[in-house]
């Protein structure tokens, strides 16, 4: 069983930084990639960023050029580092682990609140 636990949300002025972490605990599974979604009040879940095992990443548009998302493999780790804060980043943010063995499933996090003030 994979197991998400997320830190590192808050309450930021606009302009302001934070870094979220996500650490995967469990055994006998193999990541094949990390990401970052969120939702803000009375919207859907959408994609912030992905990175693969082998390191590709994806950013929604909304956010490239301000967020950076890395990992440490070793320690099935991911990090959202959040520059540049805008008010519409305000959301909870939720961590999503793609498993590819045994088996492909998905994994989420409970969520972080982030919340930027303007």
């Known amino acids: 069983q994979v197991q998400l636990v997320e830190s590192g949300g808050g309450l930021v002025q606009a302009g302001g930084s934070l870094r979220l972490s996500c650490a995967a605990s469990?055994?006998?599974?193999?990541?094949?990639?990390m990401g970052w979604y969120r939702q803000p009040p009375g919207n859907q879940r959408e994609l912030v960023a992905t990175?693969?095992?082998?390191?590709?990443?994806t950013y929604a548009d909304s956010v490239k050029g301000r967020f950076t998302i890395s990992t440490n493999n070793a320690q099935n780790t991911v990090y959202l580092q959040m520059n540049n804060l805008k008010a519409e980043d305000t959301a909870v943010y939720y961590c999503?682990?793609?498993?590819?063995?045994?088996?492909?499933?998905?994994?989420w996090g409970q969520g972080t609140q982030v919340t930027v003030s303007s």
């Open positions: 990175i693969t095992r082998g390191g590709s990443t």
């Open positions: 469990g055994s006998g599974f193999m990541i094949i990639s």
């Open positions: 999503n682990a793609a498993v590819g063995f045994p088996g492909r499933s998905d994994h």
